[in-house]
T-cell receptor, first 112, second 117 residues
C-alpha cells in the first residue's frame, strides 16, 4: 500500500526564515499529493495539492512540487510568520477512491 | 468549497457509557466518509470507511463492535464509541471527498475530542 514519510519535528524557526519540510511517498501508481495544516485544537485544512508529476501546488506563500523521479513533495516557504505555527501533514491519495494516507506530521514553531 | 461539520467538538463521559459523534456534509452529498483517529502528537490513523446505505469497512485492528458507524443518509455519518474506556480518549476526525472524487482531496470536519474518565 501507499506510505508517506515526512521529517520529524518540531521545527523551530525565527520569523522570516526559510522553511523546508521534506516529504517522500511510495505508491504503486501516480497518486495525488497534498499538504494539510492543523492549527492548535482544530481539524485539518488543505494547504495545497498537486495531482500529477511536475505540478506545483501553492497557497499562502507555501509551495510544493510533485517530483516523480524522487517521489517527493517537499513543502517550502520563503519567509515564515508566527501565524504559520502549526502541524503540517503530507498525504497521498490512492488512484482509487480511498482514504488519504498521512505522514506523521511535522510541528512548526515560529518565534518572533 | 465543500464543508464538513462534526458535533460535538468536545465530549467528556464516564467509563462504560457510549458516545455518539456526528459528521455532516453541509453543502454536498457524501456517499463515502472516512473516520480517522488522532493520538496526541501523532498522525491520523484511518479507522473505517463509512458507506451510505451499506456496512462500514473497518481497518485492521479496529473493533467494529466498539466503534459503530452508521451512514444513514447522503449527508450524515455517525460514529458511536460503545462502552467507552479511558484508552478510547482521542481526537476523532471525519472526512469526505467531494461528490465527484475530482482530485482525491478530502474535506475534514473540525474534529471531536473525546475524554473518557
Amino acid at each position: 500500500g501507499n506510505s508517506v514519510t515526512q521529517m520529524e519535528g518540531p521545527v523551530t524557526l525565527s520569523e522570516e526564515a526559510f522553511l523546508t519540510i521534506n516529504c517522500t511517498y511510495t505508491a504503486t501508481g501516480y497518486p495525488s499529493l497534498f499538504w494539510y495544516v492543523q492549527y492548535p485544537g482544530e481539524g485539518l485544512q488543505l494547504l495545497l495539492k498537486a495531482t500529477k508529476a511536475d505540478d506545483k501546488g501553492s497557497n499562502k506563500g507555501f509551495e510544493a512540487t510533485y517530483r516523480k523521479e524522487t517521489t517527493s513533495f517537499h513543502l517550502e516557504k520563503g519567509s515564515v510568520q508566527v501565524s504559520d505555527s502549526a502541524v503540517y501533514f503530507c498525504a497521498s491519495g490512492d488512484t482509487g477512491r480511498r482514504a488519504l494516507t498521512f505522514g506523521s506530521g511535522t510541528r512548526l514553531q515560529v518565534q518572533p | 468549497g465543500a464543508v464538513v461539520s462534526q458535533h460535538p467538538s468536545r465530549v467528556i463521559c464516564k467509563s462504560g457509557t457510549s458516545v455518539k459523534i456526528e459528521c455532516r456534509s453541509l453543502d454536498f452529498q457524501a456517499t463515502t466518509m472516512f473516520w480517522y483517529r488522532q493520538f496526541p502528537k501523532q498522525s491520523l490513523m484511518l479507522m473505517a470507511t463509512s458507506n451510505e446505505g451499506s456496512k462500514a469497512t473497518y481497518e485492521q485492528g479496529v473493533e467494529k463492535d466498539k466503534f459503530l458507524i452508521n451512514h444513514a443518509s447522503l449527508t450524515l455519518s455517525t460514529l458511536t464509541v460503545t462502552s467507552a474506556h479511558p484508552e478510547d480518549s482521542s481526537f476523532y476526525i471525519c472526512s469526505a471527498p467531494d461528490s465527484q472524487w475530482a482530485t482525491g482531496e478530502l474535506f475534514f470536519g473540525e474534529g471531536s475530542r473525546l475524554t473518557v474518565l
